[in-house]
């Protein structure tokens, strides 16, 4: 089993810069891939980027060139680095986690708010 938990959310002006970290733990040498998924009020949870064990990385069209997804393998923790953050960037964001051979995602966090506001 896998546990992952996010932080690093919280209220950010627009044009600001946000950095979430997402810590794995458990059974940590399954894990394949991981992400970061988002969903605001009254919308469909979307994929915002993801990034194999070997460093391929994803992104959602509407954030590539403002956030970058990173991982730490040493530390068992992926990061989302946003920059130039939009009011409507705001939203709960999961971490998420993949196991190899597998084509949904397996196990996710609680969430943490992003909100961007002036």
């Known amino acids: 089993h896998v546990q992952v938990v996010e932080s690093g959310g919280g209220l950010v002006q627009p044009g600001g810069s946000l950095r979430l970290a997402c810590a794995a733990s458990g059974s940590i040498f399954s894990i394949n891939d991981m992400g970061w998924y988002r969903q605001a009020p009254g919308k469909q949870r979307e994929l915002v980027a993801s990034?194999?064990?070997?460093?391929?990385?994803a992104y959602l069209d509407s954030v590539k060139g403002r956030f970058t997804i990173s991982r730490d393998n040493a530390k068992n923790t992926v990061y989302l680095q946003m920059n130039s953050l939009k009011p409507e960037d705001t939203a709960v964001y999961y971490c998420?986690?993949?196991?190899?051979?597998?084509?949904?995602?397996?196990?996710w966090g609680q969430g943490t708010q992003v909100t961007v506001s002036s």
């Open positions: 990034i194999t064990s070997g460093g391929i990385r």
């Open positions: 998420c986690a993949r196991l190899s051979g597998r084509l949904g995602w397996d196990y």
